[in-house]
């Protein structure tokens, strides 16, 4: 054969294989998909926040099979605290053919591996709730993170204290006109823990409360963990703890299970404010064990994330969703004290 022949016949195999590999370049239109798949893999199953968010993330899935006729075929995966277990899940999603992964990080520092082989695969990402740095979410135009305004968690539950130890003089146990505090950390490295122990505390000083830190501990965001280190500050500090502030109502509600097992009469219990508004945490504001909590509305991620998963599979425009940047969806969070406990509670319990 010529040389110029062979060119031709090289240079036709070629554009058909460009042609093949990009699926003849032609999406499917939105009324000829009958389903979508989405995979899921969350850092911890038994994070309480985390758990509630996908619950109401499959029903929003349900609701909208029912709205669209498309089904909604989730894959949920438990990374049980291993990034290596979470790569090896995408990498099984990838291969059953998701047409969106939705990661909630183990590691927020490690999303490169999970990054490259969906970039390979061009399957978009959404990360959630556990927040990769912004160079990372940077490194490809098909990632997405879902989560919430931080800054304003740790704001909130600044002005919640401030505002009952100005309100309640029983608060100062020992009337001395500063709030002895404690902090039960999240874990360390977090981005929800770092900017609600510095805040919350800025806050309180900024509302003109004088305050003194006697003693803090990281507790994983984990009832058990924190209701141990409670134990070993009340040891420590006994009654002169005015304040406990968590960083989520798990640990809140260890604080307050450390309280009730050494038996402290509840009117001498230092006032106890969390963050998240979980079931658990909305019932403990209820019943006055805790002074309040700020909400993490689980309702309005799960259900970006939803329709942000579902336009990123259907091929549809991403136009109304509310795109920082292009890339991200925070939704505010909320103060929640005994007066509008009740709202929430129903907003929790309400299946979407
Ligand atoms: C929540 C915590 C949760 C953590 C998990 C935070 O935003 O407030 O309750 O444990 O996310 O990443």
Not at 137 to 161: C, F, N, P, T
Not at 239 to 265: F, Y
Not at 285 to 301: F, I, P, W
Request: net charge negative.
């Amino acid at each position: 054969m010529k040389r110029e022949n062979r060119l031709i016949i090289y240079g036709i195999i070629l554009c058909l294989l460009v042609v093949s590999i990009s699926g003849c370049g032609r999406e499917i239109p939105e009324e000829e998909i009958k389903s979508i798949k989405i995979g899921v893999t969350v850092y911890d199953q038994y994070d309480t926040f985390v758990s509630q968010l996908i619950e109401r993330f499959n029903s929003y899935a349900s609701e909208k099979e029912t709205e669209t006729g498309i089904a909604i075929n989730l894959e949920v995966y438990n990374a049980a605290d291993s990034q290596s277990t979470q790569n090896n899940q995408v990498e099984t999603m990838l291969n059953d053919r998701c047409n969106v992964i939705c990661v909630n990080l183990v590691d927020r520092t490690e999303p490169t591996t999970i990054i490259d082989m969906a970039e390979k695969n061009d399957v978009p990402v959404i990360f959630f709730n556990r927040e990769l740095v912004a160079e990372d979410l940077e490194r490809w135009d098909k990632l997405y993170y879902v989560g919430a305004k931080a800054l304003e968690s740790g704001i909130m539950e600044g002005e919640i204290a401030a505002s009952v130890f100005k309100n309640n003089p029983e608060a100062d146990k020992n009337e001395d006109g500063i709030f002895q505090y404690i902090v039960l950390e999240g874990e360390a490295g977090h981005q929800d823990a770092i900017v609600r122990t510095e805040y919350s505390v800025s806050t309180i000083i900024e509302k003109g409360v004088e305050v003194e830190k006697l003693n803090y501990a990281i507790a994983n965001w984990n009832r058990a963990q924190a209701q141990t280190k409670m134990a070993q500050m009340l040891g420590e500090y006994g009654n002169s703890i005015e304040l406990v502030l968590a960083n989520n109502d798990d640990m809140a509600l260890g604080a307050i299970d450390a309280l009730k097992a050494a038996e402290i009469n509840p009117e001498r219990w230092p006032v106890v404010v969390g963050i998240d508004g979980t079931s658990v945490g909305l019932e403990a504001v209820k019943n006055g064990e805790m002074a309040g909590t700020v909400y993490n509305d689980k309702e309005g991620q799960a259900k970006a994330m939803l329709e942000l998963a579902y336009r990123l599979s259907t091929g549809g425009s991403l136009s109304g969703l509310d795109l920082e940047n292009g890339k991200y969806i925070r939704l505010p969070y909320a103060k929640v004290g005994p007066d509008d406990v009740e709202e929430y509670m129903n907003r929790d319990s309400r299946v979407p």
